[in-house]
Protein backbone atom coordinates (compact mmCIF):
# COMPACT_ATOMS: atom_id res chain seq x y z
CA UNK A 1 0.00 0.00 0.00
CA UNK A 2 2.82 2.42 0.50
CA UNK A 3 3.96 2.14 -2.78
CA UNK A 4 0.32 3.31 -3.73
CA UNK A 5 0.58 6.19 -1.42
CA UNK A 6 3.99 7.34 -2.94
CA UNK A 7 3.15 6.98 -6.68
CA UNK A 8 -0.45 9.08 -5.57
CA UNK A 9 1.59 11.72 -3.91
CA UNK A 10 3.66 11.46 -7.37
CA UNK A 11 0.93 11.47 -10.14
CA UNK A 12 -0.86 14.67 -8.42
CA UNK A 13 2.36 16.64 -7.57
CA UNK A 14 3.46 16.22 -11.31
CA UNK A 15 0.10 16.72 -12.41
CA UNK A 16 -0.92 19.63 -10.14
CA UNK A 17 2.41 21.21 -11.43
CA UNK A 18 2.28 20.20 -15.34
CA UNK A 19 -1.98 19.80 -15.84
CA UNK A 20 -2.51 18.26 -19.12
CA UNK A 21 -4.82 19.61 -21.36
CA UNK A 22 -4.97 23.10 -19.53
CA UNK A 23 -6.76 25.32 -21.85
CA UNK A 24 -9.93 25.94 -23.83
CA UNK A 25 -11.52 24.55 -26.77
CA UNK A 26 -12.50 26.72 -29.63
CA UNK A 27 -15.88 25.10 -30.69
CA UNK A 28 -16.55 22.34 -28.18
CA UNK A 29 -19.33 19.76 -28.85
CA UNK A 30 -19.85 19.81 -25.17
CA UNK A 31 -19.13 21.90 -22.52
CA UNK A 32 -20.02 22.45 -18.47
CA UNK A 33 -18.74 24.06 -15.46
CA UNK A 34 -17.99 22.53 -12.27
CA UNK A 35 -18.17 23.78 -8.73
CA UNK A 36 -16.99 22.20 -5.78
CA UNK A 37 -18.07 24.66 -2.55
CA UNK A 38 -16.52 22.48 -0.12
CA UNK A 39 -12.93 23.11 -1.17
CA UNK A 40 -13.24 25.66 -3.63
CA UNK A 41 -12.42 24.00 -6.40
CA UNK A 42 -13.60 25.34 -9.69
CA UNK A 43 -13.35 24.08 -13.22
CA UNK A 44 -14.49 24.61 -17.03
CA UNK A 45 -14.46 21.21 -19.21
CA UNK A 46 -14.63 21.58 -23.04
CA UNK A 47 -15.58 18.37 -25.52
CA UNK A 48 -15.18 17.69 -28.61
CA UNK A 49 -17.55 14.53 -29.56
CA UNK A 50 -17.58 13.12 -33.20
CA UNK A 51 -19.12 9.76 -33.91
CA UNK A 52 -19.23 9.05 -30.37
CA UNK A 53 -16.18 9.24 -29.23
CA UNK A 54 -14.09 12.06 -27.34
CA UNK A 55 -12.36 13.34 -29.76
CA UNK A 56 -11.03 15.77 -27.79
CA UNK A 57 -10.76 17.36 -24.21
CA UNK A 58 -9.66 20.01 -21.98
CA UNK A 59 -10.05 21.96 -19.33
CA UNK A 60 -9.47 25.01 -17.59
CA UNK A 61 -10.10 26.28 -13.49
CA UNK A 62 -8.51 26.81 -10.30
CA UNK A 63 -8.45 24.56 -7.26
CA UNK A 64 -6.38 22.21 -4.97
CA UNK A 65 -3.86 19.83 -6.17
CA UNK A 66 -6.40 16.46 -6.20
CA UNK A 67 -9.05 18.41 -7.95
CA UNK A 68 -6.19 19.50 -10.82
CA UNK A 69 -4.78 16.72 -11.17
CA UNK A 70 -7.42 14.67 -11.55
CA UNK A 71 -9.28 16.70 -14.37
CA UNK A 72 -5.58 16.94 -16.06
CA UNK A 73 -5.49 12.60 -15.80
CA UNK A 74 -9.26 12.50 -16.70
CA UNK A 75 -8.79 14.41 -19.60
CA UNK A 76 -5.61 12.23 -20.69
CA UNK A 77 -7.27 9.11 -19.72
CA UNK A 78 -11.24 9.97 -22.11
CA UNK A 79 -9.30 10.96 -24.78
CA UNK A 80 -10.15 8.37 -27.67
CA UNK A 81 -12.57 6.62 -25.83
CA UNK A 82 -16.11 6.37 -26.55
CA UNK A 83 -18.91 8.29 -24.71
CA UNK A 84 -20.54 4.80 -23.26
CA UNK A 85 -16.92 4.06 -22.27
CA UNK A 86 -16.82 7.19 -20.18
CA UNK A 87 -19.88 6.59 -18.51
CA UNK A 88 -18.53 3.64 -17.42
CA UNK A 89 -14.96 4.66 -15.86
CA UNK A 90 -17.04 7.49 -14.34
CA UNK A 91 -18.52 4.64 -12.76
CA UNK A 92 -15.46 2.95 -11.75
CA UNK A 93 -13.97 6.38 -10.53
CA UNK A 94 -16.96 6.88 -8.05
CA UNK A 95 -16.26 3.30 -6.89
CA UNK A 96 -13.09 3.43 -6.57
CA UNK A 97 -13.02 7.00 -4.44
CA UNK A 98 -16.29 6.19 -2.54
CA UNK A 99 -14.27 2.69 -1.25
CA UNK A 100 -16.40 0.76 -3.00
CA UNK A 101 -14.33 -2.65 -3.95
CA UNK A 102 -13.74 -2.86 -7.34
CA UNK A 103 -13.34 -6.22 -9.95
CA UNK A 104 -9.56 -6.69 -11.24
CA UNK A 105 -10.55 -6.07 -14.51
CA UNK A 106 -12.37 -2.45 -13.87
CA UNK A 107 -9.22 -1.77 -11.62
CA UNK A 108 -6.97 -2.54 -14.58
CA UNK A 109 -8.72 -0.44 -16.87
CA UNK A 110 -8.46 2.23 -14.45
CA UNK A 111 -4.30 2.16 -15.03
CA UNK A 112 -3.20 5.42 -13.73
CA UNK A 113 -6.48 6.75 -12.45
CA UNK A 114 -6.05 3.81 -9.25
CA UNK A 115 -3.95 6.24 -7.67
CA UNK A 116 -7.02 8.17 -6.45
CA UNK A 117 -7.89 5.38 -3.94
CA UNK A 118 -5.76 6.96 -1.43
CA UNK A 119 -8.56 9.78 -1.26
CA UNK A 120 -10.93 7.48 0.31
CA UNK A 121 -9.90 7.85 3.65
CA UNK A 122 -10.68 11.75 3.44
CA UNK A 123 -14.07 12.22 2.57
CA UNK A 124 -13.90 15.55 1.92
CA UNK A 125 -11.60 15.25 -0.71
CA UNK A 126 -13.26 12.44 -2.35
CA UNK A 127 -15.44 15.86 -3.88
CA UNK A 128 -12.05 17.10 -5.47
CA UNK A 129 -11.34 14.13 -6.75
CA UNK A 130 -14.91 13.22 -8.55
CA UNK A 131 -15.13 16.68 -9.31
CA UNK A 132 -14.02 17.06 -12.94
CA UNK A 133 -15.93 13.48 -13.38
CA UNK A 134 -19.47 14.79 -12.29
CA UNK A 135 -18.61 17.78 -14.80
CA UNK A 136 -17.83 15.45 -17.32
CA UNK A 137 -21.30 13.81 -16.95
CA UNK A 138 -23.18 17.07 -17.24
CA UNK A 139 -21.10 18.28 -20.16
CA UNK A 140 -22.08 15.08 -21.89
CA UNK A 141 -25.77 15.48 -20.71
CA UNK A 142 -25.26 18.85 -22.74
CA UNK A 143 -26.42 20.75 -19.99
CA UNK A 144 -24.41 24.37 -19.40
CA UNK A 145 -25.27 24.54 -15.84
CA UNK A 146 -22.67 23.80 -13.11
CA UNK A 147 -22.11 20.92 -11.68
CA UNK A 148 -22.35 20.38 -7.61
CA UNK A 149 -20.74 18.31 -6.20
CA UNK A 150 -23.34 17.47 -3.66
ZN1 LIG B 1 -10.38 20.49 -3.62
Known amino acids: MSDLRELYQEVI ?75 KYFESFHDLVTGKLLTEQAMDDLGKLAVFAGVQEFPARVKCASLSWHTLINALESASVIAETE
Do not use: W, Y
Not at 47 to 62: K, P
Open 13 to 87: LDHNKNPRNFKKLESPTHHARGHNPLCGDKLELFLVIRDGIVDDIAFVGSGCAISTSSASLMTQFLKGKTVAESR
